[in-house]
């Protein structure tokens, strides 16, 4: 039961984050603070859950694992660059969301090494593909059609 239940806040955890980042994308500037709220209080809970749940399945070490804590590590980075500038936090946006989205297959498909490694470089490659001046425009070009 208890596995249920911390695999439960766990799985909350990361819905918060990416309602976070959805939030941020698309808020706008009157959703600042909740979404910081909200984005960190997921981060807290599916931190604690998931150690709590590697440490108790014996996986804190496995090569999935700390690809994913890479990621993890991407995503704090580019988060810090999201309050320097707007073109800045769109990129950060790009960024967390497909780094969020590759630890989310980590967790589900647990790969070997190599496989592990190919997620990875996928999710830079799409990310630095979206945060190219291209990419940008057309995104910008999106959001301003709305």
């Known amino acids: 039961m208890i ?13 918060m984050m990416f309602a976070g980042l959805a939030l941020e994308g698309f808020g706008g500037e009157s959703a600042g603070a909740a979404t910081s709220r909200l984005s960190s209080l997921g981060v807290v809970l599916t931190v604690i859950a998931g150690f709590y749940l590697g440490a108790r399945f014996g996986v804190l070490g496995h090569v999935w ?14 988060g810090s660059l999201a309050r320097r500038s707007d073109v800045l936090r ?3 946006l790009r960024v967390r969301g497909t ?10 498909a647990k790969p070997d090494t190599v496989m592990s490694m190919v997620v990875l470089a996928v999710a830079l490659g799409v990310s630095t593909l ?10 910008s070009q999106q959001e301003e059609a709305r």
Request: a positive charge; proline letters at 2%.
């Open 65 to 78: 694992m700390r690809a994913s804590y890479g990621a993890i590590v991407v995503m704090m980075a580019a």
């Open 3 to 15: 596995r249920s239940l911390v695999l439960f806040v766990h799985i909350t955890g990361v819905l």
């Open 90 to 92: 769109r990129i950060s």
């Open 99 to 108: 780094f969020g989205l590759a630890v989310v297959f980590l967790m589900i």
């Open 130 to 139: 979206v945060t190219l001046p291209i990419g940008l425009v057309f995104f």
